[in-house]
């Protein structure tokens, strides 16, 4: 079973909406995302089933945000107005403010989480921020993937291990094994 690109494709994107909804976007984050790279990746996104469209809308519009003068401050404009505002007229990026459980509670969990998987939240952020929550689930993709890259090899070895052993065996080639077939 070979390691499938859309789980590669799909730990990028956790990865990449992680790094747009952590902060607002710098000039040097914008003058990436209008990259000819950027632009091929985006594209590339179409592929999956049902995002054609909504990719081709987001590519108008990015060509035209970035088209203009006063972009960073903008997008500023718009980051705060929608993540740093109360709400309702801001939507809260924790997870602990919403009715269904508390800061304290989801924090818990998601410190839990990282601590399993050997990481932490980055510049101070709390870890029920949905930024963290998106890293942390492009690294539970990755790691999966990794693990199963690992878990074919070590079936591989042990399978070609084991019929090596067995031919040594009946070809009467001298040696102690420790292993029968």
Known sequence: MRHSPLTSRRA???QWFSQLLFQEL???????????????WIASLSAIPGLASDIKGFERSLTRVLQRAARAQELAADFTSLFLLAPPVGVSPYAGHY??????????QMNALLVEQELAPRENEASDHIAIQLALMAEQVSREAQWRRNTIFCNTIFCVGRRFLWRAASNGTPGDFMFSP
């Open 99 to 108: 009715p269904h459980t508390t800061p304290a509670q989801e924090r818990r």
């Open 26 to 40: 710098s000039e040097a984050q914008l003058a990436a995302l209008g990259s000819q790279e950027s632009r091929v």
């Open 12 to 14: 990028a994107i956790y």
